[in-house]
Nanobody, 127 residues
Framework: QVQLVESGGGLVQAGDSLRLSCATS????????MGWFRQAPGKEREFVAC????????YYADSVKGRFTISKDNAKNTVYLQMNSLKPEDTAVYYC????????????????????WGQGTQVTVSS
């Protein structure tokens, strides 16, 4: 079993920055990747970013490319999401997720590719 806990959300103004963290614990020795998703009110959860655990290869949704950066600290089993130039449309609950069972799943943009999920952290961007 793996536990994921997000932190760092909050209320900011458009143009500001935030850094989200996702601390993980448990059986992480076979981890393939970590991802961030978000869900805005009335919308489905959508992919934001993914990072492979060994090689550090990153993938981003087009909507955040150039503004968000995903990174990791393997020693701390923690993944981060640096969010710059925030926009009101970035307002959502942000979730981290892990690929810990079953190896690398190349459809990193799909929820079903991830085994474990955090509870989410709210990010609100005012205009």
């Amino acid at each position: 079993q793996v536990q994921l806990v997000e932190s760092g959300g909050g209320l900011v103004q458009a143009g500001d920055s935030l850094r989200l963290s996702c601390a993980t614990s448990g059986r992480t020795f076979s981890r393939s990747a970590m991802g961030w998703f978000r869900q805005a009110p009335g919308k489905e959860r959508e992919f934001v970013a993914c990072i492979t655990w060994i090689g550090g290869i990153t993938y981003y949704a087009d909507s955040v490319k150039g503004r968000f950066t995903i990174s990791k600290d393997n020693a701390k089993n923690t993944v981060y999401l640096q969010m710059n130039s925030l926009k009101p449309e970035d307002t959502a609950v942000y979730y981290c997720a892990s690929q810990d069972v079953g190896g690398w799943r190349s459809r990193y943009d799909l929820e079903k590719s991830y085994n474990y999920w955090g509870q989410g952290t709210q990010v609100t961007v005012s205009s």
